[in-house]
């Protein structure tokens, strides 16, 4: 059990997720951006790479055995993670600013993880 009596592998919202050593933690990339507005023309704000949030950790086994996926939708075993980047909502350029990222692959603001494996 963790920290707040949550066993390993529970489903879950928030706090720190149960990943596998052979899944990186998601982060967002490190991205630079350019204010192109009159008022604040060439302003230049560089934001640091930063972890992800765990929005939700879902224990597939418990899903099923719940009978919440009424549908059959979703795979009976393993985990579904689902993180997010609470700093900004997407990485845009427009006519207020022009926004470049250091790792354009990292650029999403949100990342969903599946690992499959029989945690039942």
């Known amino acids: ?3 707040g009596g949550i066993p390993v ?3 879950k919202m928030g ?5 596998p050593s052979e899944i990186e933690y ?6 630079t951006e350019t204010w192109l507005q009159d008022t604040n023309k060439g302003e230049v704000e560089h934001y640091e790479k930063s972890a992800m949030q ?3 950790q879902i224990n597939l086994y418990e899903l ?3 009978g919440a996926d009424i549908e059959n939708l979703l795979s009976k075993t393993g985990m579904l993670y689902i993180f997010w980047s609470g ?3 997407e990485l845009v350029s427009d006519e207020w600013s ?3 990222a250091e790792e354009p692959d990292k650029t999403v603001f949100h990342k969903v993880i599946y690992w499959n494996v029989d945690i039942s």
């Open 54 to 56: 765990l929005v939700v």
């Open 15 to 19: 706090g720190f997720p149960d990943l």
């Open 1 to 3: 059990m963790q920290g």
């Open 64 to 66: 099923a055995e719940s």
């Open 87 to 89: 700093e900004i909502m």
């Open 26 to 31: 998601p982060v967002m990339s490190e991205y």
């Open 9 to 11: 592998e529970a489903s």
């Open 98 to 100: 022009e926004i470049v």
